[in-house]
């Protein structure tokens, strides 16, 4: 029986590991009971090292190993959003305003079918090395310090004796039977702003005693939007968005202040620093008509840079147990993924795959009605382990 087959044998388990996570959705940094519950599935695996709370209190980190050689690590992350879910199946969310709507239940329960058909094959004495199962918290929400989970995990020394690192993500863009693998920057950096612009409020009927910072935003808010448009090659991948304009409380008083929020994203480091150069020039605008202003750039995650020759394997993979399968080579967009810093440390690469629902809807990551095709699963699952045993037995 080949991997493929085994995975498949798995799927009701690896359904129901996915549907107990997407009932108990926990945001991030509060992943306590989904954490408890993944230390408890992996510890019934036969030769699984458990350590819980590395890092991070929530993090878990499986470990099976024999004897000597390379080290593979398998990251899943576990944190949902702050969504109502709209579904009506009978997994529906437990938690008002809380669910997984980004994939991260699934990313979890292919990361226990992967330990689970793993740790057969080092009890069967088919394998020899260490694979490393990273169940991190907080992907999608940075803390009061600017981190998510993943530094916390690489921080406590997690890598340090790692060789190569794989994740994947679900793409509802994308049909089953559909796999995204893409060489070098495949996913954005993401930066945060805030900036405060200061005027002077004054009454609404004299707008001529004042400096009204509604005013000495038009020219700023013009600049930001031509940033990438005009300062950027059209060549290269760049967005500056605006998320939040706060200023006043009444309609009759002109503020003194107005606060700015929103977010900068972009592939190449050298294009990240002209969008951070360019969005301090287009503040500065506000200075001739008289006001001033505060920026702050709060750097979050690097953009993900995926590894060509963990790619080659991972392709490989897919190639042999799925040649059905269409693997499209092109970047997984704009967003943004803490796992970026993982690969960073260590060659890493993350494979977005194909996971839509063949009923008409229009499911998109982080929306109330996001869901998948649990048939994924079962060849998330087995990727994941024909790529490590392969890495680990394949000395090419």
Same mark, same amino acid.
């Given at each position: 029986?080949?991997?493929?087959?085994?995975?498949?044998?798995?799927?009701?388990?690896?359904?129901?590991?996915?549907?107990?996570?997407?009932?108990?959705?926990?945001?991030?940094?509060?992943?306590?009971?989904?954490?408890?519950?993944?230390?408890?599935?992996?510890?019934?695996?036969?030769?699984?090292?458990?350590?819980?709370?590395?890092?991070?209190?929530?993090?878990?980190?499986?470990?099976?190993?024999?004897?000597?050689?390379?080290?593979?690590?398998?990251?899943?992350?576990?944190?949902?959003?702050?969504?109502?879910?709209?579904?009506?199946?009978?997994?529906?969310?437990?938690?008002?305003?809380?669910?997984?709507?980004?994939?991260?239940?699934?990313?979890?329960?292919?990361?226990?079918?992967?330990?689970?058909?793993?740790?057969?094959?080092?009890?069967?004495?088919?394998?020899?090395?260490?694979?490393?199962?990273?169940?991190?918290?907080?992907?999608?929400?940075?803390?009061?310090?600017?981190?998510?989970?993943?530094?916390?995990?690489?921080?406590?020394?997690?890598?340090?004796?790692?060789?190569?690192?794989?994740? !994947? &993500?679900?793409?509802? $863009?994308?049909? +089953?039977?559909? #796999?995204?693998?893409?060489? *070098?920057?495949?996913?954005? @950096?993401?930066?945060?702003?805030?900036?405060?612009?200061?005027?002077?409020?004054?009454?609404?009927?004299?707008?001529?005693?004042?400096?009204?910072?509604?005013?000495?935003?038009?020219?700023?808010?013009?600049?930001?939007?031509?940033?990438?448009?005009?300062?950027?090659?059209?060549?290269?991948?760049?967005?500056?968005?605006?998320?939040?304009?706060?200023?006043?409380?009444?309609?009759?008083?002109?503020?003194?202040?107005?606060?700015?929020?929103?977010?900068?994203?972009?592939?190449?480091?050298?294009?990240?620093?002209? !969008? &951070?150069?360019?969005? $301090?020039?287009? +503040?500065?605008? #506000?200075?001739?008509?008289? *006001?001033?202003?505060?920026? @702050?750039?709060?750097?979050?995650?690097?953009?993900?840079?995926?590894?060509?020759?963990?790619?080659?394997?991972?392709?490989?993979?897919?190639?042999?147990?799925?040649?059905?399968?269409?693997?499209?080579?092109?970047?997984?967009?704009?967003?943004?993924?803490?796992?970026?810093?993982?690969?960073?440390?260590?060659?890493?690469?993350?494979?977005?795959?194909?996971?839509?629902?063949?009923?008409?809807?229009?499911?998109?990551?982080?929306?109330?009605?996001?869901?998948?095709?649990?048939?994924?699963?079962?060849?998330?699952?087995?990727?994941?382990?024909?790529?490590?045993?392969?890495?680990?037995?394949?000395?090419?």
């Amino acid at each position: 029986m080949n991997i493929r087959e085994r995975a498949e044998q798995l799927i009701s388990k690896l359904s129901e590991w996915r549907r107990h996570i997407h009932m108990n959705p926990e945001l991030s940094f509060e992943e306590v009971e989904t954490s408890r519950f993944v230390a408890q599935q992996l510890q019934e695996i036969p030769g699984m090292k458990v350590e819980s709370g590395v890092g991070f209190p929530t993090a878990v980190v499986g470990t099976l190993s024999s004897g000597s050689g390379r080290t593979i690590a398998i990251r899943a992350d576990m944190d949902a959003l702050p969504v109502q879910e709209e579904n009506e199946h009978d997994f529906k969310s437990q938690k008002k305003d809380v669910m997984h709507a980004c994939g991260h239940d699934a990313h979890t329960a292919i990361g226990l079918g992967a330990a689970t058909l793993l740790g057969e094959l080092f009890q069967n004495g088919q394998m020899e090395g260490t694979v490393k199962f990273l169940f991190q918290p907080a992907e999608e929400r940075a803390d009061d310090l600017g981190s998510t989970g993943a530094p916390y995990l690489i921080q406590a020394g997690v890598l340090e004796d790692v060789d190569r690192i794989m994740a !994947l &993500h679900m793409s509802p $863009e994308d049909r +089953f039977g559909e #796999v995204k693998v893409h060489d *070098g920057y495949s996913m954005a @950096s993401g930066d945060v702003f805030e900036a405060k612009i200061h005027g002077s409020g004054g009454h609404g009927a004299y707008p001529h005693l004042a400096l009204d910072p509604m005013w000495l935003l038009s020219p700023v808010f013009s600049a930001i939007h031509g940033i990438v448009s005009r300062r950027i090659s059209p060549l290269d991948a760049g967005v500056i968005s605006i998320g939040s304009i706060q200023s006043g409380f009444a309609s009759n008083v002109i503020p003194s202040d107005l606060t700015i929020k929103g977010t900068i994203r972009s592939y190449r480091p050298e294009v990240r620093n002209v !969008l &951070h150069n360019e969005l $301090e020039k287009a +503040f500065s605008l #506000v200075e001739p008509l008289g *006001g001033d202003y505060d920026l @702050s750039i709060r750097a979050e995650d690097p953009a993900l840079s995926n590894d060509p020759a963990v790619n080659q394997g991972i392709r490989k993979v897919f190639n042999e147990l799925y040649p059905d399968y269409t693997i499209k080579n092109m970047p997984f967009g704009l967003g943004g993924e803490d796992f970026a810093h993982m690969t960073k440390t260590v060659p890493g690469a993350m494979f977005f795959l194909g996971c839509s629902l063949d009923d008409g809807e229009s499911r998109n990551l982080h929306t109330p009605n996001f869901d998948i095709d649990e048939r994924v699963l079962s060849v998330g699952a087995a990727v994941f382990t024909e790529a490590a045993r392969q890495f680990l037995t394949d000395p090419a």
